[in-house]
């Protein structure tokens, strides 16, 4: 076979240090491209899936106004209803919450705290710090004095298993209100403000201690995927009425929706940058070995070759640098997107603490990557797409030369 | 039919503000089965003629004719296609394509014309073997002698039979001794298989194997003779 790639492809070796070295710089630039696609997608999938590391969920019913005045009369009225009406996925997690600020007095001191009165179960699939008891258990269901307090809470007021404490809050009704704990347990979370200030009682025992009778404050779903976040909150917007407000995470702090086009805006320019590097590798290449070999187009031309075959030709050989250096990019980007996606690559954990806090969720400090075959495909084609483009220019060039003038060369 | 037809051809270059008149009315018949020698002092025109005989340049003016077809008028792929089925090129620098072998640079022109893989071997191992260069098959142009390289080279040419094979100095990069080896392997192709070549020297030696002689000067024919005698009916212009 001395067919066109054939051809091309010896060409290739006769300039074995350039070849080498453009395949090199492209395949480095599509990996990179490929690692910081995964880096920060999986970043950014983690900031909006795994909202329950706060219990922040994806969308949340409140009464109206809540969200603005924190007061604890506001209540979602016909509570039980408007969980019956509440359109959600089958696989969606509800969770209800009676919420309060209140002062948690300790035999060592006091603190303000955030009060979650919550059902344990469900509020177990909301929020991740449930799941993550380190000391004691998650109080029993009819557990009227049980309270989970987060580790640094417990670090503050030298909190045990056992300790009681004294949570006074403002009932609903304005006066005064306190009563008596015990923790039964302590927590670990990514958040240290929520391991500072939440503590969590049952749901029944906060509707008793504010006076809220059946009703509560708050209703979090969480749903399987943070892009339908905003139809399902609509639905519900539509399903429930005026009287309550339903708010999606991206609502509640639009700083995520912000995040996430300042993130893709610079993926987007890093691309384009590394994708106009990519082009003047290959031109360059491209044209070198064209100019260096204008001669040999002009034999080509002679022996009877058509201007379209020399055109060919010179695209061929493009074709296979990108077609090397895409194996070598996707060979380096996937390795190290498949290995990021088992331990983290990047760990900041020593410097930042095991997470980040931002905009209402907390990343781990240890950044993994998400692994995907099909997403690194993009930036591959777009290679190819690169590298045939930029060479059409010098292929152009050589297969427009008349070959007495060809011929002439070098 | 003739070989070769050139009638009242000019080709001028433009060099600054002054026209070069490389060829001032060139006209010339060449039969098939000639065997045919362009000499002249240097800057006579022997290779614009050559070029425009072999369609790798058009003319100023005039006609030219390759085996009865007429390349006025032709766009960049039928001139590519008309190379490809009726000329032959030997260069002065063998320009042999540096990464494809001996038997793959005659096989070339051969797959251009799409003839199938195994007709292409056999006609190569074939031809190879009838010019004595059989051991050369595999050989890669770089390690090849000019000598070698040359007679690859008249193998590429005529593989796939053309009207005419055109060599622009052929011996100038080879000693006098494979120069005329050389133009013998040449005159053997013509006398055995009546290949027609018109090739361009400035070797006397060269030249004295030619069966016909166009003398150029000044872009204009100033001789053409066979065997020695002179041909009637050639433009005979006084040499300056
Ligand atoms: N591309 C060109 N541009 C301008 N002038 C040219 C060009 N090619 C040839 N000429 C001029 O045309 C004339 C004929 O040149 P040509 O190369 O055909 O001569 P030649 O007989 O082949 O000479 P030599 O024996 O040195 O090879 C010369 O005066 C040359 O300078
Ligand atoms: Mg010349």
Same mark, same amino acid.
């Given at each position: 076979?001395?067919?066109?790639?054939?051809?091309?492809?010896?060409?290739?070796?006769?300039?074995?240090?350039?070849?080498?070295?453009?395949?090199?710089?492209?395949?480095?630039?599509?990996?990179?491209?490929?690692?910081?696609?995964?880096?920060?997608?999986?970043?950014?999938?983690?900031?909006?899936?795994? =909202?329950?590391?706060?219990?922040?969920?994806?969308?949340?019913?409140?009464?109206?106004?809540?969200?603005?005045?924190?007061?604890?009369?506001?209540?979602?009225?016909? =509570?039980?209803?408007?969980?019956?009406? =509440?359109?959600?996925?089958?696989?969606?997690?509800?969770?209800?919450?009676?919420?309060?600020?209140?002062?948690?007095?300790?035999?060592?001191?006091?603190?303000?705290?955030?009060?979650?009165?919550?059902?344990?179960?469900?509020?177990?699939?909301?929020?991740?710090? &449930?799941?993550?008891?380190?000391?004691?258990?998650?109080?029993?269901?009819?557990?009227?004095?049980?309270?989970?307090?987060?580790?640094?809470?417990?670090?503050?007021?030298?909190?045990?298993?056992?300790?009681?404490?004294?949570?006074?809050?403002?009932?609903?009704?304005?006066?005064?209100?306190?009563?008596?704990?015990?923790?039964?347990?302590?927590?670990?979370?990514?958040?240290?403000?929520?391991?500072?200030?939440?503590?969590?009682?049952?749901?029944?025992?906060?509707?008793?201690?504010?006076?809220?009778?059946?009703?509560?404050? +708050?209703?979090?779903?969480?749903?399987?995927?943070?892009?339908? *976040?905003?139809?399902? *909150?609509? #639905?519900?917007?539509?399903?429930?009425?005026?009287?309550?407000?339903?708010?999606?995470?991206?609502?509640?702090?639009?700083?995520?929706?912000?995040?996430?086009?300042?993130?893709?805006?610079?993926?987007?320019?890093?691309?384009?940058?590394?994708?106009? &590097?990519?082009?003047?590798?290959?031109?360059?290449?491209?044209?070198?070995?064209?100019?260096?070999?204008?001669?040999?187009?002009?034999?080509? +031309?002679?022996?009877?070759?058509?201007?379209?075959?020399?055109?060919?030709?010179?695209?061929? #050989?493009?074709?296979?640098?990108?077609?090397?250096?895409?194996?070598?990019?996707?060979?380096?980007?996937?390795?190290?997107?498949?290995?990021?996606?088992?331990?983290?690559?990047?760990?900041?954990?020593?410097?930042?603490?095991?997470?980040? #806090?931002?905009?209402?969720?907390?990343?781990?400090?240890?950044?993994?990557?998400?692994?995907?075959?099909?997403?690194?495909?993009?930036?591959?084609?777009?290679?190819?797409?690169?590298?045939?483009?930029?060479?059409?220019?010098?292929?152009?060039?050589?297969?427009?030369?008349?070959?007495?003038?060809?011929?002439?060369?070098? | 039919?003739?070989?070769?037809?050139?009638?009242?051809?000019?080709?001028? /270059?433009?060099?600054?503000?002054?026209?070069?008149?490389?060829?001032?009315?060139?006209?010339?018949?060449?039969?098939?089965?000639? @065997?045919?020698?362009?000499?002249?002092?240097?800057?006579?025109?022997?290779?614009?003629?050559?070029?425009?005989?072999?369609?790798?340049?058009?003319?100023?003016?005039?006609?030219?004719?390759?085996?009865?077809?007429?390349?006025?008028?032709?766009?960049?792929?039928?001139?590519? $296609?008309?190379?490809?089925?009726?000329?032959?090129?030997?260069?002065?620098? /063998?320009?042999?394509?540096?990464?494809?072998?001996?038997?793959?640079?005659?096989? /070339?022109?051969?797959?251009?014309?799409?003839?199938?893989?195994?007709?292409?071997?056999?006609?190569?191992?074939?031809? @190879?073997?009838?010019?004595?260069?059989?051991?050369?098959?595999?050989?890669?142009?770089?390690?090849?002698?000019?000598?070698?390289?040359?007679?690859?080279?008249?193998?590429?040419?005529?593989?796939?039979?053309?009207?005419?094979?055109?060599? $622009?100095?052929?011996?100038?990069?080879?000693?006098?001794?494979?120069?005329?080896?050389?133009?013998?392997?040449?005159?053997?192709?013509?006398?055995?298989?009546?290949?027609? @070549?018109? @090739?361009?020297?400035?070797?006397?030696?060269?030249?004295?194997?030619?069966?016909?002689?166009?003398?150029?000067?000044?872009?204009?024919?100033?001789? $053409?003779?066979?065997?020695?005698?002179?041909?009637?009916?050639?433009?005979?212009?006084?040499?300056?």
């Amino acid at each position: 076979m001395i067919g066109t790639l054939t051809i091309a492809w010896r060409n290739l070796w006769r300039t074995r240090r350039r070849t080498v070295i453009s395949m090199s710089a492209i395949g480095l630039g599509l990996a990179l491209v490929v690692i910081y696609g995964g880096l920060v997608s999986r970043l950014m999938g983690d900031a909006k899936e795994q =909202l329950d590391t706060t219990g922040l969920g994806h969308f949340e019913v409140t009464a109206a106004g809540w969200r603005q005045h924190r007061s604890g009369k506001l209540t979602i009225a016909d =509570l039980d209803a408007k969980l019956q009406d =509440l359109p959600v996925p089958a696989s969606a997690e509800v969770s209800v919450r009676v919420l309060s600020r209140g002062l948690l007095a300790g035999a060592r001191g006091n603190e303000a705290v955030e009060v979650h009165g919550v059902d344990w179960q469900r509020e177990r699939a909301v929020a991740l710090y &449930l799941r993550e008891i380190r000391q004691g258990a998650v109080p029993a269901d009819d557990d009227a004095h049980g309270i989970l307090v987060g580790e640094q809470l417990a670090e503050r007021l030298k909190l045990q298993v056992g300790h009681k404490l004294r949570l006074t809050v403002q009932r609903a009704d304005g006066e005064m209100g306190a009563a008596l704990f015990r923790v039964r347990g302590v927590f670990h979370t990514l958040s240290p403000g929520i391991g500072q200030r939440r503590v969590l009682i049952s749901r029944a025992a906060a509707a008793e201690l504010l006076g809220v009778g059946g009703s509560a404050h +708050q209703i979090v779903v969480q749903i399987d995927r943070a892009a339908d *976040a905003s139809r399902w *909150a609509g #639905e519900a917007r539509a399903k429930l009425g005026p009287t309550v407000e339903v708010l999606t995470y991206a609502d509640i702090y639009p700083i995520f929706e912000a995040m996430e086009s300042l993130v893709n805006g610079a993926i987007l320019v890093g691309s384009i940058f590394v994708y106009f &590097l990519v082009g003047l590798g290959i031109l360059n290449t491209m044209l070198m070995s064209v100019l260096e070999r204008t001669r040999e187009f002009g034999v080509m +031309q002679a022996l009877g070759t058509r201007p379209g075959g020399v055109l060919r030709m010179v695209l061929a #050989e493009s074709f296979w640098i990108a077609t090397l250096s895409v194996a070598l990019g996707l060979g380096i980007g996937l390795s190290f997107t498949w290995l990021g996606s088992r331990s983290a690559l990047l760990d900041f954990s020593e410097q930042m603490g095991e997470g980040i #806090e931002f905009g209402g969720t907390v990343m781990r400090a240890a950044f993994l990557t998400e692994f995907s075959v099909r997403a690194a495909l993009l930036p591959a084609l777009y290679v190819y797409l690169m590298a045939l483009l930029v060479a059409l220019y010098p292929a152009w060039r050589v297969s427009r030369m008349r070959p007495v003038d060809a011929l002439r060369a070098g | 039919m003739p070989a070769v037809e050139v009638v009242e051809v000019e080709k001028h /270059y433009q060099a600054g503000a002054t026209t070069v008149r490389a060829l001032a009315g060139v006209s010339l018949t060449v039969e098939k089965g000639e @065997f045919m020698a362009i000499a002249g002092p240097s800057g006579s025109g022997k290779t614009t003629l050559l070029n425009l005989i072999g369609a790798l340049d058009t003319p100023s003016a005039g006609a030219l004719r390759i085996d009865g077809v007429d390349l006025a008028g032709m766009s960049r792929k039928q001139l590519a $296609d008309l190379r490809r089925d009726k000329v032959g090129f030997v260069f002065q620098a /063998y320009n042999l394509i540096p990464v494809l072998t001996a038997a793959e640079n005659a096989e /070339y022109v051969l797959e251009l014309k799409h003839m199938p893989r195994a007709a292409r071997r056999t006609r190569i191992g074939q031809l @190879f073997a009838e010019l004595g260069i059989g051991e050369l098959l595999d050989a890669w142009p770089g390690k090849m002698s000019g000598g070698q390289q040359q007679r690859v080279a008249v193998a590429r040419a005529i593989a796939s039979m053309p009207a005419v094979v055109l060599a $622009d100095e052929p011996t100038a990069n080879l000693d006098q001794v494979t120069g005329k080896a050389l133009i013998d392997m040449m005159h053997r192709l013509n006398h055995e298989h009546g290949v027609t @070549f018109i @090739f361009s020297t400035h070797d006397p030696m060269v030249l004295a194997q030619a069966e016909r002689v166009v003398r150029l000067v000044d872009g204009k024919i100033a001789s $053409d003779e066979r065997r020695g005698e002179t041909v009637a009916g050639a433009v005979a212009a006084p040499v300056a």
